[in-house]
Every structure is written in structure tokens, then in C-alpha cells.
């Protein structure tokens, strides 16, 4: 079953055109690495597939819900973790969580618990108490992904994850990307090509606005004729190996 | 429910804030401390009644309410920048669950601290009476305008900019012409008839006439800082609003 179907969706900001035409097809439970250089329009997809932005033509529909006329329903099945650590910084790490399962409807008992299990599982159960302004870049980081999971999302949007993260935080925080794989739909973008040959199911390459290739890891490699999905992506993405 | 939640997360945001604690509530203290001081030093015959407790408390409840612009905008700001907002936009939260969500944490800021403004007041000769109930109403009622400020500021700009104008100018401005610092009816002129023109003036007489009594004369005042709440607020929102949909402003 498709749990996100694009058609033909294009954003405008005057004449610069940020996503020219995309048509995209992903099915539920899988992870989808959505790959281009600065300014390909990797940013701007995934705002308007989570409702930030409107599209300027062509529409999308996330589990049956189209991002133009029911945004607010989409709003309740999604989740995203921004590119930067969106935390709230004088509140707790369980207090953050709790916020975030309040604001998704989830009554406080139900949050509490649900605060206490996602902690478990992000390693974070014992900095439960402590300030977000007070963790770790690392530990921030896995809170603001543990915030986007504790609504229970059949979507989640991940834009560049372990950005600025050491190499231990991110080899945890892949294991716990793995972990939801089959059980939630991940959109990911993020410019380490060892992170999408890890996690991803299937890749998609975006240059200048318009998606250039869909494919699995393997079939990008062969179809460049190269060995890494490195070099597949700099020829794909029209630069010189 | 879900704007409570928010208007919960915001109150504890800023007072876990030192600075924001000590200007939310020391500062009109140590303000009526050291202007009463100067009262008592300022002979009879100066005729200079603007220190007088009666003028000075409902006075600097107004003035301590100005720092709910600074509040609220740094709050807005940081949180738009921070991509904390971000987050929340792809919530279910709808728009007024935002604008309400940073407004009534600055309303109960602002009750807290002119009641103990007001109450404060006592030690310093203020009739205490049922009055204050009034004063510490019409101070939450005249403090929104402020609080549309730093939102519609908050909405606009980041958070250094925002200290800048909500911070250093507005509460300048609003210390000059609300007749609490300067005595107006001495200066007269083009400078008086400014003050009676703009909303820091007016909500420092409303909340001096709640706190007499005489609410005969309040009407005047009330209009002219209620007109300028609706316009502010109006742009708050438009502006707000336009940035949860990724319009540019």
C-alpha cells in the first residue's frame, strides 16, 4: 500500500523554481532517501509534503490526504525532526516529550508512559530530568527525533538527522532509525551516502528542483557503472568523478 | 487543551529565566522603592504629585507590564528560529492555539505582578481595597497591547532585534510619554497632547482611575488603548499567520 503519492508538485518563489514537476511514489513502511546537493530542493519538499508550505501546482497525498485540502488531518497522522535541534530549551527532557504527546492528543497519563518508554529506547532515561539547553549536541539531537516518534507517526519526516553529530551518536542514532523500519514510513534526507546505503530502502536523487532517479542502492551503482553509491551520486547529480 | 499545554510550556520557559523573573516582578519593586524614596524627599510646596503612591503604583503596574512585549517577542522569536515552531506548525495546533498559547501566560505575568505591585503599594501608604481588584484587571486588560506588540515584533524579526525594540526602545518610550517618570501636565504642549494620543498615557490613567474609583472618567482612556490593541493584534495575527504558512512578509 502507497502511504505517499506525489503528482506533479512544483513550488515557485518568483521565477526561481525550488521543485519543478515531482511525481514520486512510497510505500508504507518503507525509507525513502531523498539525496541532492545544496539548493537541489530536498527542503523545500519535505516542507510542503508536512504542510509548512503550500505547493505552487500539483498536489500530494500522505496516506490518502491531500496536502492542499486537508492539511490539518495529515498534521495528526506525521512528524518531522527539522534539520536543526528543535527542542524547547528550559524544559525537560521528559517535559519536552510530554508536550509534544499532549499537543497530539495523547491525555497525560498516556503521554507520561509513552515519555518514559521512548526515553528507554533513545537512551535518554537517564537525563529524563535534566534542561534540553543542558544536554549534549548528540543527546539533543536524539531527543528532537524521540519528540517527532512519541506522537506515534505512520509518517515521519527525518531532514538530515545526524547533521553535526559524532560518529558513536550516529551509529546509535542509526540503530534507532533501523529499529522503526517496516513500522513507519521515513522520508530522509541527509548528504552522508554511508547513512542511505544503511538505512535506506530506496533512494531518490534530486537536482536543481526535479528528481533525476529513483532506485534502490544497487540499481543506482549499476546504473552509472560505478562502485560506490558515493560516485553513483555525483554523475547522477551531473558532476565529474 | 492544546493552547493550555502550550501556555504551560511558555510560562515555565520564561520564568526558569532569571533575568526574565527579576524583571517580571523585582524590577516594578525596586522602581517603587527608589521613586518612594524620592517622594519623600520632594517638599509640598512642589506641588510635584507624581510620585505620590496613588499616582506611582498603578503607575509602574503599567510599566512592568511593557516587559511582557519583551516576553513575548523574544519567546515568539526564539522559537521561530530555533525551528522549535517549525516543529509545532507541523502539529495539529491551529493558529489561535498559538496566539492564545503566548497571550495568556503575559496576562497571568501580568496580573501576578501588578498585584504585587499594587500590594506592595501598601507598605508605602496605598489604600488597600477592593479597588485593586479593578487596577489589577484593568492592568491585564491594558497589558495586552503590549503583548500584541512583542508577538507582532516576534513574528518579524530575531531575537536580538526584538531585545532592541521591545527591550531598550519600547520600554523608553513607553516610561517617557505614560506620565509615570515625567510629569506631563508640567511639560504641557505638543508633548502632552502626543502622550494623550497614544496608548502608554491612557493605560496608565485607567488603571489609576480603577485603582480610585472614579469610573466615570475611565471610557476616554479605554478607547484609545483598545483601538490601538485591535490594530496591533490584527497585524500580530496577519503576520503570524503568514509565517505559519511560509509567506513571506
Known sequence: MNAVIIKELTKKYGNIVAVNNLNLTIEQGELFALLGVNGAGKTTTIKMLSCLIKPTSGDAFLLGESIISNPHSINEKTNISPQETAVAANLSVLENLELIAGIYGQNSKTANKNAHEIAQKFGLKNELNKKAKNLSGGMQRRLSIAMALISEPQILFLDEPTLGLDVLARRELWASIKSLKGKVTIILTTHYMDEVENLSDRVGIMANGQLTTVGTVTELTMQTNTAKLEDAFIVLSGGVL | ?249
Open chain 2, 1 to 249: 487543551m492544546r493552547m493550555f499545554l502550550f501556555a504551560k510550556r511558555n510560562i515555565k520557559e520564561i520564568l526558569r529565566d532569571p533575568i526574565n523573573l527579576f524583571f517580571s516582578i523585582g524590577f516594578p519593586l525596586v522602581l517603587l522603592v527608589l521613586l518612594s524614596i524620592i517622594n519623600s524627599s520632594i517638599p509640598p510646596e512642589a506641588k510635584n504629585t507624581m510620585f505620590q503612591i496613588k499616582n506611582l503604583a498603578p503607575g509602574l503596574a503599567m510599566f512592568g507590564s511593557v516587559f511582557m512585549a519583551l516576553f513575548a517577542g523574544m519567546l515568539l522569536s526564539k522559537d521561530r528560529t530555533s525551528s522549535f515552531l517549525m516543529r509545532l506548525f507541523t502539529s495539529p495546533m491551529t493558529a489561535a492555539d498559538f496566539i492564545l498559547g503566548y497571550t495568556l501566560p503575559m496576562v497571568v505575568m501580568t496580573i501576578i505582578q501588578a498585584a504585587i505591585t499594587l500590594l506592595a503599594g501598601g507598605a508605602f501608604g496605598l489604600d488597600i481595597n477592593i479597588n485593586i481588584i479593578f487596577a489589577i484587571i484593568m492592568t491585564a486588560l491594558t497589558s495586552l497591547f503590549f503583548v500584541g506588540t512583542g508577538l507582532f515584533f516576534g513574528s518579524l524579526l530575531n531575537d536580538k532585534a526584538v531585545g532592541g525594540v521591545c527591550g531598550a526602545l519600547l520600554t523608553n518610550i513607553a516610561g517617557w510619554l505614560s506620565g509615570v517618570f515625567i510629569p506631563i501636565d508640567l511639560i504641557g504642549g505638543a508633548f502632552k497632547a502626543i502622550t494623550h494620543i497614544l496608548p502608554f498615557y491612557n493605560s496608565a490613567e485607567a488603571i489609576r482611575i480603577s485603582l480610585s474609583g472614579n469610573f466615570s472618567y475611565i471610557l476616554p482612556h479605554l478607547i484609545v488603548v483598545t483601538v490601538y490593541t485591535i490594530v496591533i493584534f490584527t497585524l500580530a495575527i496577519i503576520a503570524f499567520n503568514r509565517k505559519m504558512n511560509g509567506e513571506k512578509i
